[in-house]
C-alpha cells in the first residue's frame, strides 16, 4: 500500500536503520571509552529508552567532534507498517552486528588489569547504530556515506531522542576490549560494506 494511502487511514510508519561509521587514526582510541561508558550505562538501563537514548546523543555528539577520522560508512534500512516486522528486523541486525569480529562487549572480563602498559592502541574503529523510529526522517533516509549527508544523520538521530521518536537503539564496536585491535585485513573481512568517505 502506498505511504499517503497509510498516513490517511492514521497506520503508523517504522523504520529500521543501521549506520556502520569507521574511524581510523591514531588518536581513535579514546572514542572505546565513550563507547564501553555507553554500553554499561545500557546493561545498567535494562532497556530504558530514555537513558539509551541520552547514551545515544552522547555517542553521536562524540563522532561529530572526531569528523576528522571518519574514513569509511554505510548505512541500510527499511519502513515497516507493522510493529512486530519491524521488531523482527531489529533483532536481524542486532545478532548480525554482534556477530561482526570484536563486537562482543564481555562487562565481566577484566582485561587490561594485570597487562603490561604497553597494551596495543587500535587505529581502527567501527561503530554500528542500529535504531527503530516511527515517521520519516529524511536524513536518515538516504546514502551516508559522504561526510556532509553523514553529518546531517547523526544530528537527525539526536533529534529522533529529544523528539521521542526512538522505538530501539543498539549500538556495537570493534574492537570491544581495551587491547584488542581491529587490522585493515579484519575491516575487508567483517565490514565489506563500508564505502569510502
Known sequence: ???????????????????????AGSEVAPILGVL????????DADGDLQVLGEGL???????????EYWLSAAN????????????????????????????DFDLGSNSGVNEPFSIPVTRN?????????????????????????LNEGLKALINLHYNHKLRAIQVHFSPAQLGDELTN?????????LIPL
Open 125 to 149: 574503529v567501527v561503530v554500528m547504530i542500529t535504531v527503530a523510529y516511527e515517521g520519516e526522517v529524511p536524513d536518515l533516509e538516504t546514502d551516508l556515506s559522504n561526510i556532509q549527508a
Open 185 to 193: 585485513d579484519q575491516l575487508l573481512q567483517y565490514y565489506p560494506e
Open 76 to 103: 541500510e534500512g527499511d519502513v515497516f507498517w507493522d510493529e512486530g516486522e519491524a521488531g523482527d528486523y531489529v533483532n536481524q541486525l542486532f545478532s548480525d552486528s554482534a556477530e561482526r569480529y570484536g563486537a
Open 36 to 43: 564501553n561508558r555507553g554500553a554499561r550505562d545500557a546493561i
Open 1 to 23: 500500500m502506498p505511504d499517503f494511502l497509510n498516513k490517511m487511514i492514521g497506520r503508523t510508519r517504522y523504520v529500521v536503520f543501521r549506520l556502520f561509521l569507521h574511524l
Open 57 to 67: 546523543v552522547d555517542l553521536c555528539e562524540t563522532l561529530l567532534r572526531f569528523d
